[in-house]
T-cell receptor
Framework: NAGVTQTPKFQVLKTGQSMTLQCAQD?????MSWYRQDPGMGLRLIHY???????DQGEVPNGYNVSRSTTEDFPLRLLSAAPSQTSVYFC?????????????FGAGTRLSVL | KQEVTQIPAALSVPEGENLVLNCSFT??????LQWFRQDPGKGLTSLLL?????REQTSGRLNASLDKSSGRSTLYIAASQPGDSATYLC?????????????FGKGTKLSVIP
């Protein structure tokens, strides 16, 4: 069972570079989301999607873009990386949203922006 | 804005002890509460989900309770084992059904000493 797969596991960027963090799930879940985890801050929601073609902003969306062209994939794009975006990024999915179902998390992408 | 607090931030206990982790939230109008486990360098694993209409949930040696009116939840771990060592996070939904936004606490880091 693959579950939620995130790539890459580690990434180092220079300030101003752009990149895409990949997230894929094979459970046919409708809901997917991106969080960042920073020391002393807990996990904070960046963007989420309730289905293909539908995305919305979370608590900290600035500097990030998302799209959801398929049910399986939910990539997170950093447009122009900044040191403040150094963090661990987690992707999660659930079948009908957190109201009734448990969220499944990927293993995370550890990003450093120099 | 919903705020979630977990006390203590860290806890060290000898193997075999029963222990309680605490979670409090400021807005009692939640839809559900989840407890997660996070191992170092790994993603989150959902342990228990309590709907707002429920008082508790049990899974093996774990028991989670919810008191919406007081804004509190506890995670009880019976007969702790070294394998229970991890960070435990609680999370509540930010709004009702359909919003799909979780607010996380900063976690309690548990160490079980053999």
């Amino acid at each position: 069972n693959a579950g939620v797969t995130q790539t890459p596991k580690f990434q180092v960027l220079k300030t101003g570079q752009s990149m895409t963090l990949q997230c894929a799930q094979d459970m046919n879940h409708e809901y997917m989301s991106w969080y960042r985890q920073d020391p002393g801050m807990g996990l904070r929601l960046i963007h989420y999607s309730v289905g293909a073609g539908i995305t919305d902003q979370g608590e900290v969306p600035n500097g990030y873009n998302v799209s959801r062209s398929t049910t399986e994939d939910f990539p997170l794009r950093l447009l122009s990386a900044a040191p403040s975006q150094t963090s661990v990024y987690f992707c999660a999915s659930s079948p009908q949203g957190v109201a009734k179902n448990i969220q499944y998390f990927g293993a995370g992408t550890r990003l450093s922006v120099l | 804005k919903q705020e979630v607090t977990q006390i203590p931030a860290a806890l060290s206990v000898p193997e075999g002890e029963n222990l309680v982790l605490n979670c409090s939230f400021t807005d009692s109008a939640i839809y559900n509460l989840q407890w997660f486990r996070q191992d170092p360098g790994k993603g989150l694993t959902s342990l228990l989900l309590i709907q707002s209409s429920q008082r508790e949930q049990t899974s093996g040696r774990l028991n989670a309770s919810l008191d919406k009116s007081s804004g509190r939840s506890t995670l009880y771990i019976a007969a702790s084992q070294p394998g229970d060592s991890a960070t435990y996070l609680c999370a509540v939904d930010l709004q009702g059904a359909g919003s799909y936004q979780l607010t996380f606490g900063k976690g309690t880091k548990l160490s079980v000493i053999p």
